[in-house]
């Protein structure tokens, strides 16, 4: 075999270089076309919020940037249809839910996770095996039984069945375990009682855990539609989704299209901030285990 | 272990208890009830008797079979492409370091925001409409193609967006576990095998996929599941009344069965979520024992 010279070696690792960097441009390239895809519609529905109407509809070929931007069409979503009126009963909706689905969780992971009791194991197998259950499957009869118990069109009935969750109580059950369980003990010893101690160690000490269960939830109840839709046939109830269907179906008259994306705009821009604020422990909280639907 | 202490445990999971009983293991044994239950009447709650008439009913109704092959349109077409996509999409961000956090953030947009707000801005670039081509026409025109109305038109037309807005919608997710799961391979393998000169793709076959492919088949069983539960997108899109436009899914008739249009049917919505539920369940045992063969933890 012949001896490679310096020159040799140099000519093989200019050329994987150079291989190297066609193969990074290439894959900068294909990065960027799929953040193209993502963020186009994000700036195609600010773009058309703040064109006027005459300008957007003069447009045969839209033009990519507002030559005279407008803030009219924010004025009108607010104004001609209801969207305050459907911002505000989701605020409600998703605190509410939320504030409920977290006590209850809480205190559920606690029993399970620190409380001894006859029928533990069983009970958290059944809670397990929940988790399969496909929401369509018992939409029906929460459906029949909302009605029958006179809730449609109350803040009670949409949130009632959106509150459990044995995702995020199994969730929480582990992280609960993991805190050493000679803090309880000696807890205990002091006479501190369950509560307290739930309150006072176990609770600060998974905040973090607690603060990612909480944001998923947020992000779930603010776009969630087909249970609104099923329990609310008022606007006085209706939920942010729901107002955008009912925006799109006779909302503005004529077909408004600038102020359908003014609205647009409004109803996905909380959680745009939140993910910007929280997007490393929003991401890793979904990776944990969270799925969409 | 004393009475009260007992108690106690169950005191704290009563609420857990009384909502999960309430809404999900009460309606889990009423839903099988009301599909068996014939001419089921929602003012007076009354039936006549006992049958299999529902599902008959139900799996002779046009909708529903346009439902089901709409659905199963979805699912053939978007679980792939879209885990394919993802796959390529991780590779090729596991590959680079600068710019990697920020193109990671900007993938993980679509989870966050609301699909039915987002659909809209999809279907006016996609719509033809009296004053203007949309800017997806224009795009085909600007190619030499001519426009096609995706909204309103054809049906592959529409196939077409439904699909794409899916994968738009569903991708975030899939991005995000497949880049955690390349971070996760030991860097080791990687240079003991470029030591040995490995091409690069027999890298990828022979170390990254084996290493990676339980959270591959964990994507492909959650996509199914998912993209068989296909609704809101579609509403996103077409609007509510998605019997019209030919584009239902099996949810979907599920809930016009229970309410909208036709109305008020429970029974007839019972059967067909329950034969939703029995084909959604086939499919993943099928998937798991593939990826029993196949997977290599």
Redesign the interface.
Known sequence: MADLTYEDLQKIEKRAKVSGSVSKTVTYILLTFWGLIVLFPFYWMVLTSIKSYSSYNSEYIPKFIATHPTVQNYFDAFTTVNLSRYFLNTVVFTLLTTAIMMVVTVLAAFAFARLDFKGKNITFAIFLSLMMIPTELVVITNYVTITNWHMRNTFAGLILPSVASVFYIYLLKENFEQVPEELYKAAKVDGTSDLKYLIKVLIPINKPTIITILILKVIECWNSYVWPRLVTDKETHFLVSNGIQEIRENGFGRENIPAMMAAVVVISLPLVILFLIFHKRIMEGVSRGGTKG | ?SKL??????L??L???L??G???????I??VM?SFEEGYN?ASQSHFGYGLYNFKYVLHDPYFLQAVKNTFIIVIITVPLSTGIAL??SL??N??KP?KEL????????????????G???M??FKK?A???G?VN?LLNSLGMSSVDFIDGPYWAKIFVMCFYTI????P?KI??LT?ALAGVKKDYYNAARVDGTSKFRIFYKITLPMISPMIFYLVI?GF??AF?A??DE?AIF??NLNAAGMNTI?GY??DM??GNSGGY?SY??AA??I??AI?FTITVINLLISKKNVQY
């Not at chain 2, 202490?5 to 169950?10: I, T, Y």
């Not at chain 2, 738009?168 to 991708?171: D, G």
């Open positions: 272990m202490k007992s108690l106690k445990g169950w704290y999971l609420p857990a208890i909502f999960l309430f809404f999900m293991v009460y309606p889990l009423d839903v009301y929602f390529l999409i090729g961000l590959s680079i710019l193109f990671q953030t900007v993938y993980f947009l679509p989870y966050v925001t609301n699909t039915l707000a987002v809209l801005v999809f006016i670039l409409t004053y203007s081509e800017l224009l738009w919608v569903v991708m997710f995000l576990i955690s959650t599941i998912g539960k609704y809101s509403v609007g509510t949810v599920v809930y229970l309410y429970p919505a019972s979520s329950l939703l539920f959604v």
